[in-house]
């Protein structure tokens, strides 16, 4: 099956920096999505982008379907984003039938 | 945004027993529901996929006598655990697509249900 690899596995940030998150993904893909899980468990999607560029507020996401990975960029860094950024990808056309990555742990200190 | 609940949030129960986790789309209809299983610090593996009257399809390894979906209505599918171990503990999530107007969007998620075994 598709293999999914998110970098870095951790990432300890002062609050205000910036960041990137980093999914590379072994085939191609027809969905791509991101998600951000919260310490309580909750997961809340940020983007699904298969291909191209998008942004909401301090997150912005781009992925190179040619070249098989995804960048999730967070600017200005808050510690509610702290939390577990998941990539999750997919080959049909089911959203949900997507194989996620091992996640990146962001700690956002104060 | 799109709303999934799940029910209950937490349970405990004796080794042996049934335990039966509901999935809701609260505000929108879901033809295809996701059931995800996550053990601590781990990523999400996905079951199963719920299709709304009809059979669901396990992924390899799942058991299907072992976690039956029932998937009932646009809105509510179940998951239920029978005669759960120890190993069954772990946190259950579901996921709910959300198509508009014929088009894919994505899927939400549920809180999660925190299942733990005795």
């Known amino acids: 099956g598709i293999q999914v690899e998110q970098s870095p596995p951790d990432l300890i940030l002062q609050e205000g920096a910036n960041s990137t998150l980093r999914c590379n993904f072994s085939d191609s893909v027809n969905n791509l999505q991101w998600f951000h899980q919260n310490p309580w468990g909750q997961l809340i999607n940020l983007f699904y982008i298969p291909s191209g560029t998008k942004q909401n507020g301090r997150l912005s996401a781009t992925t190179v379907a040619t070249e098989r990975y995804s960048l999730l960029y967070i600017s200005s860094s808050q510690t509610t984003d702290s939390g577990v950024y998941f990539c999750a990808v997919g080959y049909n056309t089911n959203a949900g039938k997507s194989t996620f990555g091992d996640g990146t742990t962001l700690t956002v200190k104060p | 945004g799109a709303v999934v609940s799940q029910h209950p949030s937490r349970v405990i129960c004796k080794s042996g027993t049934s335990v039966k986790i509901e999935c809701r789309s609260l505000d929108f209809q879901a033809t295809t529901m996701f059931w995800y299983r996550q053990f601590p610090k781990q990523s999400l593996m996905l079951m199963a996929t719920?299709?709304?009257?009809?059979?669901?399809?396990?992924e390899q390894g799942v058991e299907k006598d072992k976690f039956l979906i029932n998937h009932a209505s646009l809105t509510l599918s179940t998951l239920t655990v029978t005669s759960a171990h120890p190993e069954d503990s772990s946190f259950y999530i579901c996921?709910?697509?959300?198509?508009?107007?014929?088009?894919?969007?994505?899927?939400?998620f549920g809180p999660g249900t925190r299942l733990l075994v005795l």
């Open positions: 996921s709910a697509e959300l198509i508009g107007g014929g088009v894919l969007e994505t899927q939400y």
């Open positions: 719920s299709n709304e009257g009809s059979k669901a399809t396990y």
